[in-house]
């Protein structure tokens, strides 16, 4: 009996030992995982590219998490040096960095509702992440049911800020007005528009001539997480 007993805590012991070996084994891969590094985009091409990549890991499942441990934290700490800047809704179903599978200090993003650029402040900023910063690549990323673009559409009355940020959508995308069934045209029209204005900046639109910087609107469908580059 006392044989039995001893055989019994060492099978016991061996089975606990074991799920605390692969419980370590566990979180030593996702230790790995999460300290993943890419390469720096050294283009505006590469640059594009490393966003499109991105996003495709996201939609596959594939995520890698690159640059999200605390050594990037202190390395981005002194300064920062992202490759790329998205102008984005602040929808809290488009998290700019998570759909283009990206870590910290590698996106300059600028988030108001509707993704709308009107004001010198947001016009500023943008400046800021392409003279200062030096990103490489920068999208204007609409998305689907945007709530910002329904609403200036749909041509109801709001005031406050509220109206005065639908009334800018609706100056960008005038002949969308009352065709609800066009949402999805408007939004990405919005995008281009915003675009046109962008490149009427003569700092942003030199650094686009002379190829170190590639501008382009972007549409984010939030049922399959694909970006559509326009």
Do not use: W
């Amino acid at each position: 009996m006392y044989v039995c007993t001893i055989k019994f805590k060492t099978i016991i012991m061996k089975k606990v030992c074991l799920k605390l070996l692969l419980f370590s084994l566990f979180f030593t891969l996702i230790s790995c995982e999460n300290d993943k590094k890419v390469d720096i985009p050294t283009t505006s091409q590469k640059a594009l590219e490393a966003l499109i990549e991105g996003n495709k890991r996201y939609v596959e499942g594939a995520m890698i998490h690159p640059n999200c441990d605390m050594k990037r934290v202190k390395e981005t700490a002194p300064h920062q040096e992202p490759f790329a800047a998205v102008v984005g809704c602040s929808d809290s179903r488009v998290p700019v960095e998570i759909v283009f599978d990206q870590g910290v200090g590698d996106i300059f993003v600028i988030r108001t509702a509707g993704n709308n650029i009107d004001g010198k402040m947001i016009m500023g900023s943008i400046e800021y992440a392409v003279d200062h910063l030096g990103v490489k690549v920068l999208l204007v990323l609409g998305h689907g049911s945007c709530g910002g673009v329904t609403s200036a559409i749909t041509g109801g009355a709001h005031h406050g800020e509220i109206g005065k940020l639908l009334h800018c959508i609706q100056e960008d995308i005038p002949e969308y007005i009352g065709k609800t069934e066009l949402l999805d045209e408007a939004i990405r029209h919005h995008a281009d528009v915003q675009i046109e204005e962008i490149l009427n900046n003569e700092l942003i639109k030199e650094k686009v001539d002379d190829g170190e910087l590639i501008v382009k609107a972007a549409y984010y469908n939030i049922n399959t997480g694909v970006v559509e580059i326009q």
